[in-house]
């Protein structure tokens, strides 16, 4: 069993930054690719970016390229989401996920893929 635990969310002015984390336990994190998702309120769940188990891939929504950057640490066992130029659209609820290498990368923007997920942190950008 694999538990994720996020944390880093708060409230921001637009234009500000945030650095979200997932803690991976349970399992050692580079057995899986991992994702970052969102889900604003009355809306679905949403892929924002993955990483490879190594680290070698990646892959992010269009509208957060070049604004956001996913990174992982497989001996800490952590994965990062740092946020830049924050808008007020990226309001939501973010959440990691854990999804088993063996699936391949090809996987990675389903939230049916996914295995494990943590709890989710709030992001807030105020305009």
């Known amino acids: 069993q694999v538990q994720l635990v996020e944390s880093g969310g708060g409230l921001v002015q637009t234009g500000g930054s945030l650095r979200l984390s997932c803690a991976v336990s349970g399992r050692t994190s580079s057995n899986y690719h991992m994702g970052w998702f969102r889900q604003a309120p009355g809306k679905e769940r949403k892929f924002v970016a993955a990483?490879?188990?190594?680290?070698?891939?990646?892959s992010y929504e269009d509208s957060v390229k070049g604004r956001f950057t996913i990174s992982r640490d497989n001996a800490k066992n952590t994965v990062y989401l740092q946020m830049n130029n924050l808008k007020p659209e990226d309001t939501a609820v973010y959440f990691c996920?854990?999804?088993?290498?063996?699936?391949?990368?090809?996987?990675?923007?389903?939230?049916?893929?996914?295995?494990?997920w943590g709890q989710g942190t709030q992001v807030t950008v105020s305009s």
């Open positions: 996920a854990a999804v088993p290498a063996w699936k391949g990368f090809g996987v990675i923007v389903s939230t049916t893929a996914y295995n494990y």
């Open positions: 990483i490879s188990w190594n680290g070698a891939s990646t």
